[in-house]
């Protein structure tokens, strides 16, 4: 009895450790090191900043911070890849590991994500619940207690440092001055109907860019001279917004509004005024990265520089864009349209509330498009499926810059923006793509080094 006792004791015990070192030695690393963390926690990001309506420009901003500290963490872990520090405009190295022990950098990495994220949206508890049931997987899986923690306050490190050095960006400052002052000169940008809203960030070029010599490195050429007789170049130009308006296709009716990227359109009922909530043009192209990422089956690491090298083109297009928009000032079609040609006219999307030139969508889609055509080929043909969870169905592409040329003429198919604006715009955001790519190195496998 007693030797049946004792091995089954042994028996028993054998297998606690056996199955103890699998949890403890692979078991959360399935977790971890599964490139889908990142996904699921950008995915989360975009909901949050989905629903606390955030303007285009300062969601280029959230996802901006957290992906650099995200990739910033893994190049601990990667030393064929290079850090940012140093390369974008006034950030340090990040503070060092401790030497001789063991961490977890993708749960760093994933850490210093969500920090700096919370620290820049306003559901915070959205974030805190994800975060919990995220790590509470994590822990079930065995991951060893002194690695979790260890791990976890690296990530809180970063955070802080990344936190740090986006404190001195002048976001802070901007939110206390003057708003936008509407004149009532005719080629001057008005507010729109249905909200009549104010204008949107009139000063974000006062931001400080990552990688741009300043906001206005880029200035793109001078729109067309505002006229409104019908031999005028400028009339020309909204009759043909006019007119494409009136006489879409309803695939062009697709294109519209596949690319809307609207984060707040206002619907009046009565007296009564509410809003459908969208995703922004960045949070879009976000989601294309995902989509890129996952087609190439690439790893941990290569997702994080992905995101990161894209939210960097994003944010620097954004401010050179917006530089543009407040320095011409320039009128909407919507506006117009009604005033000189037809009072009952509507855009097929709701005019969004800043000036019109240049074009936001071309500006950003195309330096997203060269980033990651840089880093996937020029021939990386995917689905779209972006949209999909704002109820319109995906669409496929044979390439990054075709689908960033289809983003930007839907504007025009939308009815918010001149041909000018689009044309010059997709100028504007290929010089802002090909910037970041001649003066950040991440590794040889994906920007070159120049």
Request: negative net charge; charged residues 20%; contains cysteine.
């Given at each position: 009895?007693?030797?049946?006792?004792?091995k089954?004791?042994?028996?028993?015990?054998?297998?606690?450790?056996f199955?103890?070192?699998?949890?403890e030695?692979?078991?959360y690393?399935?977790?971890?090191?599964?490139?889908?963390?990142?996904?699921?926690?950008?995915?989360?990001?975009?909901?949050?900043?989905?629903?606390?309506?955030?303007?285009?420009?300062?969601?280029?901003?959230?996802?901006?911070?957290?992906?650099?500290?995200?990739?910033?963490?893994?190049?601990?872990?990667?030393?064929?890849?290079?850090?940012?520090?140093?390369?974008?405009?006034?950030?340090?190295?990040?503070?060092?590991?401790?030497?001789?022990?063991?961490?977890?950098?993708?749960?760093?990495?994933?850490?210093?994500?969500?920090?700096?994220?919370?620290?820049?949206?306003?559901?915070?508890?959205?974030l805190?619940?994800?975060?919990?049931s995220?790590?509470?997987?994590?822990?079930?899986?065995?991951?060893?207690?002194?690695?979790?923690?260890?791990?976890?306050?690296?990530g809180e490190?970063?955070?802080?440092?990344?936190?740090?050095?986006?404190d001195?960006?002048?976001?802070?400052?901007?939110?206390?001055?003057?708003?936008?002052?509407?004149?009532?000169?005719?080629?001057?940008?008005k507010?729109?109907?249905?909200?009549?809203?104010?204008?949107?960030?009139?000063?974000?070029?006062?931001i400080?860019?990552?990688?741009?010599d300043?906001?206005?490195?880029?200035?793109p050429?001078?729109?067309?001279?505002?006229?409104?007789?019908?031999?005028?170049?400028?009339?020309?130009?909204?009759?043909?917004?006019?007119?494409?308006?009136k006489?879409?296709?309803?695939d062009?009716?697709?294109i519209?509004?596949?690319?809307?990227?609207?984060?707040?359109?206002?619907?009046l009922?009565?007296?009564?005024?509410?809003?459908?909530?969208?995703?922004?043009?960045?949070g879009h192209?976000?989601?294309?990265?995902?989509?890129?990422?996952?087609k190439?089956?690439?790893?941990?690491?290569?997702?994080?520089?992905?995101?990161?090298?894209?939210?960097?083109?994003?944010?620097?297009?954004?401010?050179?864009?917006w530089?543009?928009?407040?320095?011409?000032?320039l009128?909407?079609?919507?506006?117009?349209?009604?005033q000189?040609?037809?009072?009952d006219w509507?855009?097929?999307?709701?005019?969004?509330?800043?000036?019109?030139?240049t074009?936001?969508?071309?500006?950003?889609?195309?330096?997203?498009a060269?980033?990651?055509?840089?880093?996937?080929g020029e021939?990386?043909?995917?689905t779209?499926?972006?949209?999909?969870?704002?109820?319109l169905?995906?669409?496929?592409?044979d390439?990054?810059?075709?689908?960033?040329?289809?983003?930007?003429?839907?504007?025009?198919?939308?009815g918010?923006?001149?041909?000018?604006?689009?044309?010059?715009?997709?100028?504007?955001?290929r010089?802002?793509?090909?910037?970041?790519?001649?003066?950040?190195?991440?590794?040889?496998?994906?920007?070159?080094?120049?």
């Amino acid at each position: 009895m007693r030797k049946s006792i004792s091995k089954a004791l042994i028996s028993m015990l054998i297998a606690t450790v056996f199955y103890g070192c699998n949890k403890e030695s692979g078991e959360y690393k399935k977790i971890v090191y599964n490139p889908e963390v990142i996904h699921e926690s950008m995915n989360m990001l975009t909901k949050i900043i989905v629903h606390d309506i955030f303007s285009p420009p300062v969601a280029s901003r959230i996802y901006a911070y957290p992906s650099i500290a995200a990739y910033e963490v893994m190049v601990n872990e990667n030393p064929e890849y290079q850090p940012l520090a140093g390369q974008l405009r006034g950030l340090t190295p990040i503070p060092k590991p401790e030497a001789n022990v063991e961490y977890c950098y993708p749960l760093a990495s994933i850490h210093a994500f969500l920090t700096v994220g919370k620290a820049m949206i306003f559901s915070e508890q959205t974030l805190d619940d994800y975060r919990n049931s995220l790590y509470k997987r994590i822990e079930d899986a065995g991951i060893p207690e002194e690695v979790y923690e260890r791990s976890v306050a690296y990530g809180e490190l970063v955070a802080k440092h990344i936190l740090a050095w986006a404190d001195k960006d002048m976001y802070k400052q901007t939110r206390t001055f003057a708003k936008f002052e509407i004149t009532d000169q005719g080629d001057r940008w008005k507010p729109t109907p249905p909200a009549y809203m104010d204008a949107i960030e009139p000063h974000w070029s006062e931001i400080r860019p990552f990688v741009l010599d300043s906001a206005s490195q880029f200035i793109p050429p001078r729109p067309t001279a505002f006229k409104t007789k019908k031999d005028d170049a400028f009339f020309k130009e909204a009759m043909d917004v006019y007119e494409t308006g009136k006489n879409l296709t309803e695939d062009q009716e697709a294109i519209a509004k596949f690319w809307d990227c609207n984060p707040y359109v206002s619907h009046l009922q009565g007296h009564l005024m509410f809003a459908t909530k969208k995703i922004t043009p960045g949070g879009h192209w976000e989601g294309i990265t995902a989509i890129a990422c996952r087609k190439a089956n690439a790893d941990f690491i290569k997702t994080t520089e992905s995101y990161a090298l894209v939210s960097v083109a994003l944010f620097d297009g954004f401010i050179s864009c917006w530089d543009e928009k407040y320095r011409s000032n320039l009128i909407r079609p919507e506006t117009v349209i009604n005033q000189y040609i037809d009072p009952d006219w509507l855009p097929v999307l709701q005019t969004p509330p800043f000036p019109e030139y240049t074009s936001g969508h071309s500006v950003v889609s195309t330096a997203a498009a060269t980033i990651l055509t840089k880093m996937y080929g020029e021939s990386f043909a995917f689905t779209d499926t972006t949209e999909v969870a704002y109820g319109l169905p995906p669409r496929s592409f044979d390439s990054f810059i075709q689908a960033s040329q289809e983003a930007a003429i839907s504007r025009l198919y939308g009815g918010i923006h001149y041909r000018p604006a689009i044309n010059n715009g997709v100028e504007q955001g290929r010089k802002v793509g090909e910037l970041v790519i001649s003066r950040i190195h991440t590794s040889d496998a994906s920007l070159a080094k120049q």
